[in-house]
Each structure stands twice: as C-alpha cells, then as structure tokens.
C-alpha cells in the first residue's frame, strides 16, 4: 500500500507500508540487514511508478543504476510490525542523483538510507546528463539541479 504526499522540496515523496512477515526474519528473530535493502528497493520502485518515471526514463533512452549504498541501521524491526519507508530524491548532480530513504516503525525512525545512482545511456552503456525531457518530467529533479546549476532544465 502507498500514498503519495506533496510537502516542499519533496513534492514526489512517497510512503510504502510492508508488513513483516516471518520469512523477513532471521534466526536473532529480527529483520536481517540484507533484507531492509530488498525493503528500500521496493519502495524505491514504488517511487517511479507513482511518479510516472519509468517509463519517462524507457522514452529518453536514459536508465540509471545503483552506484552507492549508504544505511545506517537504528533499530531493529519483528515479525508483525508494520513499517513505512519514506522515498524522496535527496540531491542531483551532473549525472547522478541520491534517493534519501527513511524506515519508521510507530513514527520512530529505526534506518536512514541514501541510494546513489548514475544516469546511463540505455544504448551506450556511458554515463550522461539527463536531458530536458527527463528534467522536466521529473519536478524534484528539476528542482534539485535548478539549485545547483546544473542541467538545461
């Protein structure tokens, strides 16, 4: 389940509820590390669905890939409990961008999350900027490099 919310700089937020289920969990009885990054792709994708990105990505022949993890680990979350994972896009550069990620369990944040990812042309397999149509297609990342001066949008 998801809904997105409109608030400032993080106008495509988005929120993702999973329910912890008993294959999330390890044999210490909480949800594995490895486990919460298959959480954050989820809602990852979640993010450019709500969004109408991927296929906003597919039409400018632009794709983008996981370049960098980056987590820090709170607390931790138990079969039962239900999660919310906030996506929203963090900072753009040149020809990467950073998905800021937040897991809160009852309102308490338990991982903070940063996913960088470079823009990719999908037939050279090279890194590039992203173009106009992206830019504008996509509010927060025009936003984001608007703040920065960078890109032609």
């Known amino acids: 389940m998801t809904n997105k919310s409109e608030k400032g700089d993080k106008a495509l937020e988005t929120d993702t509820f999973i329910k912890i289920r008993g294959y999330h969990i390890d044999h210490f009885g909480h949800v594995n590390h490895a486990r919460y990054i298959e959480f954050l792709e989820e809602a990852r994708w979640v993010y450019m669905e709500s969004n109408n990105l991927i296929n906003l990505f597919h039409q400018t022949g632009i794709i983008h890939v996981v370049a960098g993890v980056s987590v820090k680990y709170k607390r931790s979350a138990k079969a039962g409990d239900n999660i919310q994972i906030k996506t929203y896009l963090e900072k753009a550069e040149h020809v990467s961008f950073t998905m800021g990620q ?52």
């Open 102 to 153: 937040s897991i809160f369990l009852n309102n308490i944040l338990i991982l903070e999350a940063g996913i960088t990812n470079v823009f990719i042309d999908m037939n050279h397999q090279n890194t590039v900027e992203p173009d106009s149509a992206l830019i504008s297609g996509w509010p927060d990342l025009c936003s984001c490099l608007k703040r920065k001066g960078v890109g032609n949008g």
